[in-house]
């Protein structure tokens, strides 16, 4: 959007902090006060997509919003405006709290171009890294298994669910758990059962790429969402995950344990929301477990292959 002078210095020398960014998260427009507030110039920060900005936002629960679900998304997706507390990283190296609004900015025909947010800081405290980062490592990560929660795999699928939606970026989810689970609890103690859970964690979190997330859903079942290309994809990200797990061999005391996982994946069609496609997931997983002859169903294996792309 091209801003007329008079707007632009109202907004340049507005005092509270002012940034715009573009669909695609890059930064094209950042303020004085918004200088001054984060100790990033409008030369470092302009032109960069806000995950490499170096604000690392989170919420107030510690939150990643950059990894997962950003307020940006939310105001594209519902075309609204929307108040949020974040926290904001400082370039000399703290949080601060800030008060937030993401406000679209439509053009003339009333598509939204660009996102705007307006922020100030919510109180003068400076918050810790240590601090900041043991927020974020409860509120992300389970403790035993050192994966991803719940919580934060359940925000990924909604960013990862909105991208498909506005952009047609394709993904799969994963639905796994461990095969008679309970046997290794009851056979050998709880102990067992959480040795096997923190050696299966250790295990994915090593076969994990950089844009895809396998998380700890409850108990021992596990969801993975992964970037895909094709359906065909489907099944070669299960058969790594099967093929992990195969050659896992788990010391407890002084048995030598192993596991089998049953795995249901599926890939994202134009009529899912995050519900739906959990849902088919967990199903074929259910499915893979009742059989005699497959350890995982994928789409095809299931008779509901998609039969096409989302066109964005």
């Known amino acids: 959007m091209i801003y007329d002078s008079c707007f632009r210095s109202l907004i340049e ?8 960014v573009k669909p695609d998260r890059t930064i094209v427009f950042w303020n004085r006060a918004a200088e001054q507030i984060t100790g990033y110039s409008a030369e470092w920060i302009c032109g960069r997509k806000c995950p490499d900005s170096g604000l690392r936002h989170l919420d107030d629960t510690a939150c990643p919003l950059c990894e997962t679900y950003c307020p940006f998304m939310t105001v594209l997706k519902e075309g609204k405006e ?3 507390q974040v926290f904001a990283h400082h370039r000399e190296g703290y949080h601060i ?7 679209p900015i439509r053009d003339e025909n009333g598509s939204i171009t660009e996102v705007a947010e307006v922020f100030y800081p919510a109180d003068q405290r400076v918050h810790s890294e240590s601090a900041i980062e043991h927020l974020y490592n409860a509120a992300s990560y389970d403790r035993l298994t050192g994966l991803p929660g719940r919580a934060y795999t359940e925000a990924f699928l909604r960013r990862r669910m909105s991208e498909y939606h506005l952009s047609g970026e394709r993904f799969a989810v994963l639905f796994c758990d461990i095969n008679d689970f309970r046997d290794f609890n009851n056979q050998y103690g709880h102990e067992a059962g959480d040795t096997v859970l923190r050696s299966f964690g250790t295990a994915m979190s090593r076969v994990c790429r950089s844009t895809d997330v396998f998380g700890r859903w409850g108990g021992d079942e596990f969801l993975g969402i992964y970037v895909i290309h094709n359906e065909n994809d489907t099944a070669r990200i299960a058969g790594r995950m099967q093929d992990t797990a195969d050659a896992l061999r788990i010391r407890h005391q002084e048995l030598t344990l192993t596991i089998g996982l049953s795995i249901g994946i599926t890939a994202a069609r134009p009529e899912d929301d995050e519900a739906s496609i959990v849902a088919r997931a967990d199903r ?10 497959q350890r995982t169903v994928t789409d095809r294996e299931a008779g509901e292959a998609s039969g096409g792309s989302h066109d964005g």
């Open 13 to 20: 020398n507005f005092p509270m902090g002012i940034y715009i």
């Open 82 to 84: 929307l108040r949020k």
């Open 97 to 103: 709290l800030v008060e937030t609004i993401f406000v």
């Open 284 to 293: 074929y997983m259910y499915l893979a477990k009742r059989s005699d002859s």
